[in-house]
T-cell receptor, first 108, second 116 residues
Framework: GEDVEQSLFLSVREGDSSVINCTYT??????LYWYKQEPGAGLQLLTY?????DMKQDQRLTVLLNKKDKHLSLRIADTQTGDSAIYFC????????FGAGTRLFVKA | DTAVSQTPKYLVTQMGNDKSIKCEQN?????MYWYKQDSKKFLKIMFS???????INETVPNRFSPKSPDKAHLNLHINSLELGDSAVYFC???????????????FGPGTRLTVL
């Protein structure tokens, strides 16, 4: 069945790069997404990548997609304390399947 | 202007009660969703409606009954509440059901339901 897996925690120092990894199972997914959830709030779309792309860059965010290994990563350059949140990987098709979320802690 | 709004934000109730959560979107979208986020933050889809028609029903107990009076509203009614229903419930909307890329889902702020 469909499944999206992520590591649960990541801790980085302010100014360093963060890399959040995700694996998915549905090779027919057309789009893959990264959502951010701040405490007490709903999910907000950060970025997405079309399945025929390998990389997408959007300011401090870089998404890498390895379709063969079904591996998706999100790199946040120059991580700030305001980036502390839960990051959800999701694969989209008929319905969007979310991973369990990676809690990013940024130490000042 | 709030794009997707939910009421109430917090709901504390006793086991066995019946309660409703309301959701409204002012984005003109055709599709609305209900998700349940458990204590471990795992997010699971419950229902999806497209043009007021039920499209996705993810093995949710019959005690949960969504109602879509119009495209802008999708309410969730829960009968005979159980302890395991305690979670944060998120409403979301998107333009199309099978859309992707820029047709993303917009999420409401969530309703934290606590069943005692």
């Amino acid at each position: 069945g469909e499944d999206v897996e992520q590591s649960l925690f990541l801790s980085v120092r302010e100014g360093d790069s963060s890399v959040i990894n995700c694996t998915y199972t549905d090779s027919s997914s057309t789009y893959l997404y990264w959502y951010k959830q701040e405490p007490g709030a709903g999910l907000q779309l950060l970025t997405y990548i079309f399945s025929n792309m390998d990389m997408k860059q959007d300011q401090r965010l870089t998404v890498l997609l390895n379709k063969k290994d079904k591996h998706l990563s999100l790199r946040i350059a120059d991580t700030q304390t305001g980036d502390s949140a839960i990051y959800f990987c999701a694969e989209g098709g008929f319905k969007t399947i979310f991973g369990a979320g990676t809690r990013l802690f940024v130490k000042a | 202007d709030t794009a997707v709004s939910q009421t109430p934000k917090y709901l504390v109730t006793q086991m066995g009660n019946d309660k409703s959560i309301k959701c409204e979107q002012n984005l003109g979208h055709d599709t609305m969703y209900w998700y349940k986020q458990d204590s471990k933050k795992f997010l699971k889809i419950m229902f999806s409606y497209n043009n007021k028609e039920l499209i996705i029903n993810e093995t949710v107990p019959n005690r949960f009954s969504p109602k879509s009076p119009d495209k802008a509203h999708l309410n969730l009614h829960i009968n005979s509440l159980e302890l395991g229903d305690s979670a944060v419930y998120f409403c979301a909307s998107s333009q199309e059901l099978y859309g992707g890329g820029t047709d993303t889902q917009y999420f409401g702020p969530g309703t934290r339901l606590t069943v005692l």
